[in-house]
Nanobody, 132 residues
Framework: QVQLVESGGGLVQAGGSLRLSCTAS????????MGWFRQAPGKEREFVAG?????????????VSADSVKGRFTISRDNAKNTVYLQMNSLKAEDTAVYYC????????????????????WGPGTQVTVSS
């Protein structure tokens, strides 16, 4: 029903920046939640940031991020383009991981963006490597 494809990953030096993009296709809708997760070598997949849809209420447009990236990473979305972004600044070696884009399914009512079980659709991932 929905396909997600990430782009923008690559190799950067510590302290640098990258902007990841995730474009959705298929039976997409904008009143959903979208998020970014990452998996580093030898570690479990972890939550990075999530964002709800843009609407009339503040709640429906909420965004959250993990403590490890607060102040450095920013999530945003462009519903007209069916795209979600992750701006990553002040990158550290520990940010090295495969980054995955995810989207909730129909019927999402908000909240729990930090839980992987909230999401129905996942992209194949894009590699981010930070050298020190």
């Amino acid at each position: 029903q929905v396909q997600l494809v990430e782009s923008g990953g690559g190799l950067v030096q510590a302290g640098g920046s990258l902007r990841l993009s995730c474009t959705a296709s298929g039976r997409t809708f904008n009143r959903n939640g979208m998020g970014w997760f990452r998996q580093a070598p030898g570690k479990e997949r972890e939550f990075v940031a999530g964002i709800s849809w843009s609407a009339y209420s503040t709640y429906s447009a909420e965004s959250v991020s993990a403590d490890s990236v607060k102040g450095r990473f920013t999530i945003s979305r462009d519903n007209a383009k069916n795209t979600v972004y992750l701006q990553m600044n002040s990158l550290k070696a520990e940010d090295t991981a495969v980054y995955y884009c995810a989207a909730t399914g129909f019927g999402y009512s908000g909240g729990y963006l930090e839980r992987s079980a909230t999401y129905r659709y996942w992209g194949p991932g894009t590699q981010v490597t930070v050298s020190s």
